[in-house]
């Protein structure tokens, strides 16, 4: 078992290091200055030539690397160019609506597709499976962003339950703020749900047709017992590869709903930093949702063992 968590660690850290990597040269090359940004475009040279010191960004683009890598090593994320706070202090605060969002919308997810997918695995061929199917592939279909905006339209102009859009804070209570949250993590689950029914669907139908599903049945065991019992804990594999990355899917989608719903959270604050150039706040956001989601499927490795320990006793 110690090897097999050391050689997942160490491709933990390296797919990090390759992230960082990647998001500091994305960011190294795109157009434009903030210095000049931050300045006004009427600027004097010399006075965007003093802040460019200032920021850092004069110096070479390795050394500037090293410095932002080994900040973040030390836990100082650097000051916001456009906020001139903490990029830490940002991200946190931010956070604490984005978190809670993805893991509602993996939960709404979870409990949808599961519940779904086992329906129509055991009504395979019949008018629940067909029908599920069907509502399945419309879901896949429709964007996140433009059902939410339907939801709204619902939910918040025609019935008025719910505000339109906005957090009040946890420190208003957490029904509601969870109450803000439910619109937006249902259209972030939506898309989501539709395809792990099909995976989940898919996965039981294949275990189903095993043959020590078909000797448990001969001995007597029933169907509802042999799902259960048998069918479904060798059916999560797929279904919880699948459930790792839409848990990437959901942190990526909280950029667009979060916009589209006015909520505060960690895709806000991307989507303003690159409209201002903030690249620190950038850099260290993006390198963020990279870490999670590495740190993700470096859970769903873990639960592979659990799960199936012929994949632990094969690594080793």
């Keep these: 078992m110690s090897v097999f968590l050391f050689k997942r660690f160490l491709t ?10 990647v998001v500091f040269l994305a960011l190294e090359i795109l157009p434009g200055d903030p210095a000049q940004v931050m300045s006004g475009t009427d600027a004097p040279p010399e006075v965007v030539e003093n802040l460019r010191r200032k920021l850092g960004l ?10 932002w890598v080994g900040g973040l090593l030390q836990g100082d994320l650097g000051i916001s160019y456009a906020y001139s706070t903490p990029v830490g202090e940002l991200i946190a605060e931010r956070m604490k609506v984005t978190l809670p969002l993805a893991l509602i919308a993996m939960a709404l997810t979870t409990v949808a597709a599961l519940a779904l997918g086992l329906f129509a695995a055991q009504r395979h061929g019949r008018l ?11 879901g896949i279909a429709i964007p996140n962003f433009w059902f939410g905006i339907l939801l709204i339209l619902l939910f918040a102009v025609k019935l008025q339950w719910v505000a339109a859009g906005g957090f009040p804070g946890w420190e208003e209570g957490v029904w509601p703020a969870i109450r803000a949250l439910l ?4 259209a972030l689950a939506t898309v989501q749900a539709a395809i792990l029914a099909r995976i989940t669907r898919s996965a039981v139908l294949e275990v189903l047709r095993e043959d020590f599903v078909r000797t448990a049945r001969a001995k007597g065991l029933s169907r509802r017992r042999a799902l259960w019992t048998h069918v479904l804990r060798n059916a999560l ?3 919880i590869t699948i459930m790792g990355l839409q848990f990437s899917n959901l942190l990526a989608g ?4 979060e ?7 960690l895709g806000r ?10 690249l620190i706040v950038v850099k260290d956001a993006v390198l963020l949702l990279a870490a999670m989601v590495v740190a993700v499927n470096f859970v769903v490795d873990l639960l592979y063992a659990v799960i199936d320990p012929r994949l632990k006793a094969h690594d080793v």
């Design 254 to 257: 909280t950029i667009v709903v």
């Design 128 to 138: 629940g499976d067909v029908g599920i199917m069907g509502v399945s592939q419309l």
């Design 183 to 186: 619109l937006p993590a249902i």
């Design 58 to 67: 004069d110096r070479p683009p390795l050394e500037r690397y090293f410095a």
């Design 259 to 265: 916009n589209v719903f006015y909520l505060p959270g």
């Design 237 to 239: 594999i797929p279904v």
């Design 269 to 278: 604050l991307i989507f303003q930093a690159i409209s201002n150039r903030d």
């Design 12 to 21: 933990f850290v390296a797919t990090l290091l390759g992230a960082s990597i």
